[in-house]
């Protein structure tokens, strides 16, 4: 797998229309949550990338059955027998940890075991705030050599928790070890992400009390028993800016049909200040881009509604190949500009001083032999290799496959010129 490579041959002006896919963050901490539920739940809309496939494969471990039928999952978790997850497993992504609160309600006093997460190499990404906060509701965690023991031996209680920053994934962890507890959960400062919204809306139509959600202050009246059901998974905001930066690249004009707009309001404003015009509807973004992007001074990434960390690279990317000098501050991970230094391989101007990156105005952009750090740095490397003069070739691209659905087709599609090699 780690053989395949993307050579992109640049300069091709994308024309066209693409589909946004589900979103790869929601439908993860959707198929966590299976776990919690009585009888089977229909996820539709989920896309085809390997963290999917590697969540289906823990779901499938702890005794779950786990069906995919085209975009369709099908989980059934009422034969769930295990109560831990191997090593090898939790280290394929982030979102693994999700499996902790969704194990603790669903086994209580029941020890589960599980191990620190993988995911993408972002800087340190402790989970301090997920302990902490299942720890209020009750359970009680030990750490031996990297292994978690997690169990709840009085089960869970509902409590006040307030959040010292608001992590999406203990957002979501809570959420899960909450539905279920005893009694009345107070979440503040919690992430307000969209993905956050999806997942609420998810376990409300399985009959969860979840209020307040998209809010940093968001309200769970237990309940005794959650029941599957057929839920449609929220559109991909990352892979649509993504494409929003290929269009913006190749002085391109694309249709982005089944997005989510009211959750690119961050991003949309970006764009147009590049010189992009955006025409957005409730569910599809036109982007049409000028010949020459204009600079933008002061992005910087914030918790949701403010711009999001995982565009972030991307927009880099774009801003590499605007007339002038650009200043983007990363406040969400403490390394997150791993995409920079391959970025100007290409030709790029960019100059990092901590968390600021500053991108000056390139002498000449041209196709390079190029490695995908993490997922969307992978995906800022597309972007720029569009922009080149010549062949870009971009090696270790499992990154990118843990998070873009079909890339090369959907690119190929309006005109890219995107070649997968074994
Ligand atoms: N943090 C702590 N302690 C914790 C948890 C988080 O210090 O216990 C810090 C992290 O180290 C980081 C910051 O808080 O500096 C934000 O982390 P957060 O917990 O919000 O992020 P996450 O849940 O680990 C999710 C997405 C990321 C996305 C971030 C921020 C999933 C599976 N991952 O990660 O997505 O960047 O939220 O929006 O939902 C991606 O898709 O490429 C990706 C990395």
Known sequence: MNMQQLVINGKNKLQGEIEISGAKNS???????????????????????????????????????????????????????????????????????????????????????????????LGDRPIDIHISALSKLGAVITENGGKLICKAPNGLKGADISLMFPSVGATENIILASVLAKGETNLSNCACEPEITDLCRFLNKCGAKIYGYGTPNIRIVGVEKLYGCEYKVCPDRIETATYMGCAAVTGGELILNSADTSSMTAVVPVFEQMGCKIYAREHSILIAAPGQLKPVKNIRTMPYPG???????????????????????????????????????????????????????????????????????????VVLALACEGKSILSDIYHIDRGYECLEQKLNAVGGDVVRTY
């Open 27 to 121: 439908v993860l901490a959707l198929l966590a949550a299976t776990v919690i539920l009585n009888g089977k739940t229909t996820l539709t809309g989920c896309p085809e990338l390997s963290d999917v496939y590697s969540t289906c494969q823990i779901l499938t471990s702890l005794g779950c059955s786990c069906k995919r039928k085209g975009n369709s999952i099908t989980v059934c978790s009422d034969d769930i027998h295990k109560s831990d997850i191997d090593h090898s497993l939790m280290m394929k992504m982030r979102s693994s940890i999700l499996f902790m609160g969704a194990l603790l309600a669903r086994f209580k006093s029941r020890p589960c075991e599980v191990f620190y997460p993988g995911g993408c190499p």
């Open 307 to 381: 711009f999001p960390t995982d565009a972030q690279p991307i927009v880099m990317a774009a801003l590499a190949t605007a007339g002038g000098t650009s200043v983007i501050v990363e406040t969400i991970f403490p390394n997150r500009f791993g995409q920079a230094a391959e970025l100007v391989k290409m030709g790029a101007d960019i100059r990092i001083e901590n968390d600021v990156a500053i991108i000056s105005k390139s002498g000449g952009l041209y196709g390079a032999s190029v490695k995908c750090h993490d997922l969307r740095a992978g995906a800022s490397l």
